[in-house]
């Protein structure tokens, strides 16, 4: 179930805006995942592994693919520090 939480996360970010905006507001990790929490994404680490296997697989582009690895480094950056 979590990694369903990280799968919506990723395509949500695509066009939420204030969602972007609410997670550049955190300050730190543990603001930042009370954050989401407190709005349905539960997660950790190896849910965004997980997630990131599973729409690995659908990629149909090299551009696709970059893009999903982009968003999982970014989100990894943000919830370690």
Not at 11 to 30: A, P, W
């Amino acid at each position: 179930m979590a990694t369903h939480h990280v799968i919506k996360l990723f395509n949500t970010i695509e066009y939420d805006y204030d969602l972007r905006e609410k997670i550049y507001e955190c300050n730190g990790s543990n603001e930042l995942m009370s954050m989401l929490n407190s709005i349905g994404y539960y997660f950790d680490n190896d849910d965004i592994d997980n997630a990131l296997n599973m729409m690995h697989i659908q990629c149909k582009t090299l551009e696709q693919a970059e893009n999903l690895f982009h968003k999982a480094d970014w989100l990894r950056y943000l919830i370690t520090h």
